[in-house]
């Protein structure tokens, strides 16, 4: 029989050592395909340690400032470290491609924190003090978190190392005794206590991501069904979804949308696929009918907004978020509603329409015009961008239109 030494192949447990290490025990295609997540949740987590240490450092400049002590360059250097790494988290969110960014900042974190200690625990006054503050950054270590526990350990043993010269060369043979002691102890259970909750985070992000993508597959699965039903717009979901998608994109490099949340932009494109969903419950003779409707068969076309909204908030409500199922449910209602207010089913008007209804109208129009249906042919592009700039301000809302031109142009 053929080994798995014989065949080239690591045993088991050297490959579950293996991806624990290197992937928090997923596999290396599962852990690459949520890097990006793990690293939205790290820049969170690290925004939030360098605004308490940053609390932590005035709160004890200030008490030692009033108390007369000696001791208060430690203090100050917290606080204008971690005051630093906040405004570059701050300054660098909005930057593509910021992986290496988040870990250099998370890093740069953790050292300071390990200075920190260091100048607090070596200051003539704190000689016999053992091991001040390395107690602090090893509790704080779980909370600064890498996504490859081998880097992390790497580190957390090379800046202990550090300390511990820096302990050895200044301090007393009992003083450094008792840091020596104090490092091991809290060096060995931040270790414990990093992978439990790195492997943790990282789990629950891959499951998240998991679900995320197979109640997608099924959103994208009805929406389908609704385009086979209706002969008159064969691939209208993707192409409106890519022009939402743009629209967005522009959208978040203006300063008047600067405020729109990562959230709210991911859910708008993910329901944009839902617009039509109410579609599934019209008739076949009223859908593919090839002429113009009646004013009752009209009537009865315009109730999949409100059919939409009501499938979107029977299936998904507690099993997808809030937020998205809100944002899916107005597109799905409203995004036939005009700017000023001769739009159906509830006659809004202006920014009473929702910003996402807003936004999808212009791609649901600007397709229907350029594509060919059973009941006319598509016209022009140069036309149907004459139209959506006559519809400013009547039919859409007038500061999107020139920003939705800018994709199709």
């Known amino acids: 029989m053929t080994t798995a030494a014989e065949k080239g192949e690591l045993p088991v447990n050297i490959n579950t050592l293996k991806n624990f290490f290197l992937y928090c025990t997923l596999t290396r295609e599962e852990f690459d395909s949520i890097r990006p997540e793990i690293w939205d949740r790290n820049r969170q987590t690290l925004r939030i340690t360098s605004v308490f240490a940053c609390a932590m450092g005035l709160l004890f400049y200030l008490v ?3 108390s007369r002590s000696a001791v ?5 250097f917290l606080l204008c470290g971690s005051l630093l790494i906040s405004l570059s988290l701050r300054i660098t969110r909005r930057m593509k491609n910021n992986t290496w960014i988040s870990i250099s900042l998370c890093y740069t974190e953790m050292l300071l924190l390990c200075v920190y200690a260091g100048i607090l625990s070596t200051q003539q006054s704190n000689y016999a003090i053992p091991a001040t503050s390395i107690i602090v950054f090893i509790s704080l270590l779980p909370l600064s978190v890498d996504d490859r526990p081998v880097r992390m350990y790497a580190v957390m043993l090379l800046e202990a190392a550090g300390y511990l010269w820096v302990s050895f060369k200044l301090k007393s043979g009992s003083a450094f005794s008792l840091d020596l002691m104090n490092t091991i102890t809290f060096c060995t259970v931040g270790m414990v206590l990093y992978g439990v909750i790195c492997v943790r985070n990282v789990r629950e992000i891959y499951q998240n991501a998991r679900v995320e993508r197979i109640q997608q597959s099924i959103i994208s699965s ?3 069904v609704v385009e086979e039903r209706d002969e008159n717009t064969g691939d209208h979901i ?3 979804s890519g022009y939402v ?6 959208m978040k490099s203006r300063d008047a949308y600067a405020h729109l949340s990562e959230d709210y932009c991911n859910n708008v494109i993910l329901a944009a696929p839902m617009h039509d969903i109410g579609k599934i419950k019209i008739s076949d003779a009223i859908l593919n009918k090839p002429g113009r409707l009646t004013d009752e068969e009209f009537s009865l076309m315009k109730q999949h907004t409100t059919y939409g909204a009501e499938i979107i908030q029977k299936t998904m409500k507690g099993v997808e978020e809030e937020g998205y199922v809100t944002v899916a449910c107005n597109i799905a209602r409203h995004h036939h509603e005009r700017f000023d207010g001769t739009g159906y089913p509830d006659g809004l008007k202006g920014e009473e329409i929702p910003l996402e209804a807003r936004i999808m109208a212009l791609a649901d129009v600007y397709d229907a015009l350029i594509s060919e249906r059973v009941y006319k042919k598509a016209f022009p592009k140069e036309k149907a961008v004459q139209i959506i700039k006559e519809g400013a301000g009547t039919q859409f809302d007038p500061n ?5 031109l ?3 142009e």
């Open 238 to 240: 993707s192409r409106t």
């Open 64 to 66: 030692n400032r009033l």
């Open 406 to 408: 800018e994709t199709v």
């Open 222 to 224: 009805l929406a389908a």
């Open 400 to 404: 999107l239109v020139p920003l939705f």
């Open 72 to 76: 208060i360059f430690p203090y100050l």
């Open 245 to 250: 998608q743009k629209l967005i994109a522009v």
